[in-house]
Structure formats: C-alpha cells, structure tokens
C-alpha cells in the first residue's frame, strides 16, 4: 500500500506556517493519498511534444511513448530479439523475406483489435517517412509490405539485410494504430495528443513543462504485467534539479546522473546507483573526438597515431567520466560483445612514441616545447573533458584552445559548416553495428548534416565491408567482416575512441525490476517485497 | 493638471509607442535568432537522417526559404494575430503561451507582492528605528542579496530547506506522486511556490529596500516634515502620513519596472526549480532553436514590459500631479 504521507503532515504543517492556515485545514483534512496504487515518479529531462514514437527519435518523446506502445519485437538483456507484436518470424529467400506471424488477440488502448494493417500503415506512412534512422537504413530496402491476413505481415526486401529485425523494436518502430490516424497529419495531428497505443501503460494526461501521466494497462497482452499502477514523468529539464527532487523524495527514478554527484547519491543507503547501456535515448553509447580529416595535420595517419597515444584514456574515465564507462579500443563498444573484438592495434598512453611520431610527420619540437596548435570544439557539457585534453596533449607539444559553443551550434560548426579541428560526438552502436556504427564510417554519409561521418574518413575497403555484413544471416560470417572493419580502423585511426559509455541511473531501492538497456524499462518494474516509497 | 483629452492624447501616444517598440523587439528577436548559430532541424527531425529527409523537413516548416521571405511571411502572419507553430511542441504557439502563462503569472506576482512588501518594511525599519546598527544591517543585507545570483541563492534554498530539511519540495508546481484538486490543490501550489517566489524576490526586495529608505531620507529633509514633527508628531504617525505618500514615487517606478521584467527575470528561477512558466518556455525554446515560440515568447515579454511601464506613469502621475503624462 501506498503510504508516503505517513510521516508527511508534520513537513506540510511547517512548511504551511510560511504559506496558509487555511491551506492547512484543507490539507491535513482531505487526505486524498488514502488507498492510493503503486505510482513512480521518473525525471524526465524535456518536454515530449507530439507523442507520435513513429515520427521521431527524440530522448524527449521515446522515454514515455517507448512505455506506451510496441515493436514488432522486443529485445533482450543481450540485445536479441525476442517477441512483442510479433509471436513468431521466419527468414526466407536466404534473407530477402522477412514473414511475421502477429500475436492474436491484441487489442489498443482503446479496444480496436491490433491487425497487420496497422504494422503496413506504420512502415508506410510513418516510419520510412519521418523517423530519421529507420529512414535512412531501410529506405530503398524494403521492396514491400504485405498483408496475406490479419495477423500475418510479410517484408520483401531488394537483397538479403541481416540486421532487420534489430531494427524493429520499439525505439526504431514503434507501431501506431491506422484506425486513428488514417486522415490525420502523423506529425502533429489529433492522435499525438493522445496516444493510443497496444503497450503495457496508457496514456492519462498530459500538462506541459510540468508532468505527464501514464497509468497501467489491465488488458496488456503479457497477464499480469505491469506491475505499477501509474507512472508520472516529471519534466525536470536541469539535471542538478533531478537529482535534487530524487534526494528529497519528490522523484524516484533519475535517468542521468552528474559525475560530481555521484559520491553523494551512493552514500545514501536508499539510493541504486546502476550503470544502464541503453534505453529510448541510444543504446551502447560511445563518446568520440572528431579530427578533421579533410585537413592538415589530421589528414596524416601519423598524427592522428600520435593523438591516440597522448590521450590517458583510463584517466578520462577515472577524472572526467567518474567511472562511467570503461576506455574504448575502437569502433563497436565492448557491450556489443558479438561484434567486438579487442585484437586490433592498440593505443596505450605513450607521450614518448607520440612524440616521435609527431616529429616523423613533420611536426618537430619547436624551441618554446610546442608542436601543434588545435582548437576543439564542443557543447556545454564538455568543458571538463576538454580541459583534461589540453593537460595530456600540452605533454606532448599540442597547444588545444576550447572553443564552447550551446549544443546545437556545436553540431552546426563540427557536422555542417565542418569548420574545425577536434569535434565531439556521442555516437551511439545501437542493437547492432549496422544501425549506429557504419553511419560513421561510410564514405556515402558524408555530408552537410548532423552524426554524419564527420571526420569525412574514405575507404572503398571498409564500405565494402560494411555492405557485406549486412548480407549474411550467419552471425560468424558477420563477426569476421566486423573484426576485419575494426582493424583497419584502429590502424587508421579516423576518430578517437575515449569511451564506451555506461551512464548511470539512479533509483530508490523500494523499486526493483527496470530494464536498463532497452526503452521499454518500466514494463516489469515492482514495489521490493519491504516496499514502502 | 491632466483633462481627459490631454490623457486620451496621451494614450494613444502611449500605445502607438507600445506598438512600435514591440514590433521593433520582435523583429530583432527574430533576426537574432535566425543569424545565430545553429538550426532548428537537427532537434526537429532526429539523428542519423539521409540528406533527402532532411531537406524535405527544412521545406516542411519554411526553413529553405530566405531570412528576408521567412521575416515577411512571419510578420503577416502576427499582424493577422497569427504567432505560428512550435516545432518543439509540434501545436500553436498560442497555445503553447496560453498554457505557460498562467505559472508565470502566479510566480511573477506572487515575488513582486512579498519583494515589495518585504522591501517596504525594511526600509521603513531602517527610517523607524533611527538606529544605525538596524539601518547598517537592511543596507548591507540588501547589497548582498542584489549582488547575489538567483541560481546560487536558489540553489542553497534547495539544499538546505528542501533536501536536507525537507520542508519544501525541491521543484515542480505540484506533487508529481499524487493529483489534487480544490484546496488541496491550492494548498500544494502554494507549498511549491514558497521558495522560487522568495528567490525571485530578493534582489526586488533588497532594492525596494534602499530606494525606500533612500526616499523617505529624503522626505525627511524637507522643511514640511521639521515643521510637522515641530508640531509633535510622533516619528511613527510623521512617517506613515505625511513622508511615505510623498516618497512613493520612486518606490512605485521602480516595481512597475520590475513587474514588466518580471517575465524575462523569471526564466533563471522557473528553469532552477522546474517552474512550468514563460520563462522557462523561452529558454528551452532558445536551446531548441524553436524560431517561432522565441519569437513569440520575447514579444510576450516585451509587450508586458511596456504595458506595465505605461501603468507605472499613470499611477506616478495620480500619486504626484506634478509629473506630466508624457
């Protein structure tokens, strides 16, 4: 039972002496907590806008619309799919056919049967339209959609494309219902205000800048699940606010934690500090430095060898990251653990051999110690990793400025007007090194637009390879075409890999049971068996 | 002494003025934000985009389009009292404001009500009392909460009041946990309100505070008050008839000003304790690069700030009818 007020009259009756009197005679005698469910209260970082999940990628709109409707397929702990919508699939027509057999008995919100028409509608006029990734990856792809019956759906495809069903959960598709939106503007229309989806919770309301309501599904097709009666998402845009609201009881669950908060937060007995690897925002993150390869000095592999070996990458994660992560080696974070592999050229922090190198690629030690003077630029919240930059790199004669520019800026200048040296990017692996890692490489995604392949890095070998991969469903095969694409990289160096980012979560212990690497983290979360919020 | 012709003359005056400086801010505003840095599209239409999506959303909201077509077609639109659509909200901007203004007008009032009230008293304290140890210690008070940021002193309320004492939420406008309605309701907005509303007020306390003491000093130096306290007077009566009347002016100038700024001064607070208001609305939208409601929500404030110094006149000019209504 829900019983937080229990010790709060004696709060409220302080805090009433500052504000009313007769504010308290209301609040002490119409309780309206008596018999109240189970509710978690999650810091949400922005305003969600539109709740059409099928249109958008945004970490503002999929953290609460992820919770509201459902893949094709779900994915599990290590990123497998698994079923949602879907019950069952075949691959056929060594991988040109994709043919899924829909779970019967599925109904919306609001209490229209779930059918193979609305899987059509959603690919059709939502997703290969608007939602930028799944765009851009199965546009061109995707030859058709048919719908034999209603629960049958069928994905004829242009050549064989392994990866497809890790693209089907519900962060990259997201199903919405045809019955409501056929006629309507999916981006801004009457039905993205309430959403109406097939997910463990449904949407209550929805008051802007302040809170958002969910409230749990009694008709979920997976019995007895959820297990909270209602969710409430607390927009909370400035994170030392969050963490704040979490400390004083206001907020149960925060999805990102600060670094310099971290001690405190795990000095309090009632607080999960966990490290979580996914979820709406991008999963398997890695943070990355951009060199400028269109360009002198990083246009040599040399240089760009020695940068590697001037960077502490451990001391990054210990100082700037505080332990959130562990150093990358490359390009697929270690958590995608069928796909990485380790045995690539190495970069241990070496300012000697940096030096060297450095002075074999022309750059010699002038008279005042100096070498080099780059400018790096980067958003708001980086000035502390730039400045551990400039400290490493001023050992081995590499004069950095910071160049702090607000978020949106800083992508216009690194990946649009490409005016610079050293960029920044979190990029994000996603469920399979198809979606979030080749969009890096490619030489086919440069261009003038955001988390592109910024550095402009060109190689036919490694394009090839990445195409390759794509076509075979044996995973063997694609290991080997990964681990080959992962050694040329690392010989050529055309981004700098700090880290393999496992940001933080932080909850109260009383709650037990989150999803941390997928969007879809509250479906099986619980009160502890001492529960007492 | 002002007829009511010479007050309609000065209103229209007055509004056309209004009108005027509005459009000016608006139109500044809208090239300011369209020349800085960055572009709506890239929180607008997501990451990892082919270049094809990219240029059919830009065409979508008009962003393909010249600075100089965009400025024309966005001004006709306000002059038909149409302010656009939120990119971020993906609804009216409007509707967006509508639902904003109201947080913003409980916090805005509620600290230009204790600022100016809180300010008073301290300055009359000072006055009152006549003691140099009292008037030493408004006045160095007072400079230490004007110099003093609104997110620093904010932030040590929260600390120490919400999350170690735990006598006031940490943020927000209401419970999340729980809905209320009624009173009750009431009662949570008001327990929400406390410590953004006080953090808001001070640096308006803290200088109402000095100009009030300032002005009744001032007072107190005129041959009519030596007269009046010759009389015997007490200080307390001298000073609530005959000084403070006559010093109010400057006291009421300075909160029509604040009260207009009130909207603009509030976006630190509202964004520090969560405050779903204007303020906060302006400044995510700046982030966001979302054109429209920046736009829309800098001639919001605006308008309000030139609304409230033309109310500040009119009160000044009945409080004192030397001053002209110019």
């Known amino acids: 039972m829900y019983n937080s007020l229990s010790e709060a009259p004696i709060r409220y009756q302080l805090a009433f002496a500052f504000a009313s009197l007769a504010v308290l005679a209301a609040r002490c005698g119409g309780s309206p907590s008596v018999g109240h469910p189970v509710t978690l209260v999650v810091a949400q970082s922005g305003d969600p806008g539109a709740l059409n999940p099928a249109v958008t990628t945004s970490g503002s709109t999929h953290p609460i619309t992820d919770q509201i409707f459902n893949g094709l397929v779900g994915l599990d702990q290590q990123l497998e799919p698994v079923p949602e919508l879907a019950e069952s699939w075949s691959i056929e027509d060594g991988g040109r056919t994709y043919r899924f057999k829909l779970r019967p008995g599925v109904r919306w919100h609001d209490g229209a049967p779930f059918t193979s028409a609305d899987v059509k509608f959603t690919f059709e006029h939502a997703l290969l339209k608007y939602h930028s990734r799944t765009r851009a990856a199965l546009e061109g792809l995707i030859a058709g959609i048919d719908t034999p019956d209603d629960l049958t759906v069928v994905f004829r495809l242009t050549r064989p494309y392994a990866p497809l069903l890790q693209r089907l959960d519900v962060v990259e598709a997201s199903i919405i219902p045809r019955h409501l939106y056929e006629g309507h503007d999916v981006l801004s229309g009457e039905p993205t205000r309430r959403p109406i989806g097939t997910g463990p919770f449904r949407f209550v309301s929805y008051a802007p800048a302040d809170k958002l309501i969910i409230e749990r599904n009694p008709e979920y097709f997976r019995k007895g699940l959820p297990y909270l009666e209602r969710v409430v998402f607390r927009i909370l845009p400035n994170a030392a606010m969050a963490v704040s609201a979490l400390e004083a009881g206001d907020v149960d669950y925060v999805g990102g934690v600060a670094g310099p908060d971290l001690p405190r937060l795990r000095s309090l007995k009632e607080m999960a500090v966990v490290a979580g690897t996914g979820g709406s925002g991008g999963s398997l993150c890695q943070d990355v430095l951009i060199p400028n390869l269109t360009k002198a000095p990083f246009a040599d592999v040399r240089v760009r060898r020695a940068w590697a070996h001037a960077i502490d990458r451990q001391l990054l994660v210990d100082r700037v990251y505080f332990g959130q992560g562990r150093p990358a080696t490359g390009p697929i974070s270690h958590l995608l653990a069928w796909a990485y592999t380790p045995d690539v050229r190495q970069y241990p922090h070496d300012p000697d051999e940096a030096g060297r190198l450095l002075t074999s690629a022309g750059y010699p030690e002038r008279p005042d110690g100096g070498r080099l003077d780059l400018t790096f630029t980067h958003g708001p919240n980086h000035q502390r990793l730039g400045q551990a930059l400039r400290e490493q790199l001023k050992a081995v004669g590499i004069a950095l400025s910071l160049e702090s520019r607000d978020f949106n800026a800083s992508v216009e200048q690194v990946f649009v007007k490409k005016t610079f040296d050293v960029g920044f990017a979190s990029f994000c692996n996603g469920a399979d090194p198809d979606i979030g890692v080749r969009r890096v490489y490619v030489s086919s995604n440069i261009g003038p637009y955001p988390f592109s392949n910024g550095a402009g890095y060109r190689n036919p070998r490694i394009d090839t390879l990445f195409d390759e991969a794509t076509l075979h469903t044996d995973r063997n095969l694609r290991r080997a075409r990964y681990a080959d694409i992962q050694r040329i990289l690392a010989d050529d160096v055309p981004y700098f890999w700090l880290v393999d980012s496992e940001p933080l979560r932080a909850y109260r212990k009383t709650y037990t049971g989150f999803r941390l690497w997928t969007g879809a983290f509250l479906e099986t979360v619980a009160l502890t068996s001492s529960g007492k919020p | ?326």
């Not at chain 2, 009389?231 to 000084?243: D, E, M, N, Q, S």
Request: aromatic letters at 8%.
């Open chain 2, 1 to 326: 002494m002002s007829g009511t012709g010479t007050i309609r003359q000065w209103f229209v005056r007055r509004a056309l003025l209004a009108v005027l400086v509005v459009a000016g801010v608006t139109i500044l505003t809208f090239v300011l934000i369209h020349v800085a840095p960055g572009d709506p599209i890239y929180m607008l239409a997501g990451d990892g985009g082919n270049p094809a999506y990219y240029a059919e959303m830009r065409a979508r909201y008009g962003l393909d389009r010249s600075l100089l077509e965009q400025l024309g077609r966005y001004v006709s639109a306000v002059a038909r009292l149409d302010l656009g659509y939120s990119f971020m909200f993906q609804a009216p901007v409007a509707s967006v404001l509508r639902d904003h203004a109201p947080a913003t007008l409980i916090l805005g009032g509620a600290a230009l009500i204790v600022g100016t009230v809180a300010g008073l008293l301290a300055g009359l304290l000072c006055v009152m009392t006549g003691s140099r140890v009292v008037d030493g210690a408004v006045r160095w008070t007072a400079s230490v909460l004007y110099a003093a940021p609104v997110f620093w002193i904010g932030q040590i309320l929260v600390i120490t009041l919400a999350v170690r004492a735990g006598l006031f939420p940490a943020g927000g406008m209401t419970t999340a946990r729980e809905a209320t309605v009624g009173l009750a309701w009431v009662g949570d907005v008001l327990w929400h309100l406390a410590l953004p509303a006080v953090t808001l007020s001070l640096p308006l306390a803290a200088v109402v505070a000095r100009v009030t003491r300032a002005a009744l000093l001032d007072v107190m130096r005129e041959p009519f008050v030596i007269a009046t306290s010759a009389r015997g007077f007490t200080r307390l009566r001298l000073l609530l008839r005959h000084v403070a009347p006559n010093a109010m002016v400057p006291v009421v100038t300075l909160v029509g000003q604040h009260a207009g700024q009130i909207a603009a001064g509030a976006a630190l607070t509202e964004a520090l304790f969560g405050w779903p208001g204007v303020g906060y609305l302006a400044l995510h939208a700046s982030l966001h690069r979302d054109y429209p409601l920046v736009t829309a929500a800098f001639l919001g404030i605006s308008a309000s700030v030139v609304v409230f110094n033309m109310m500040t006149d009119a009160v000044c000019a009945w409080l004192d009818p030397r001053i002209p209504l110019t």
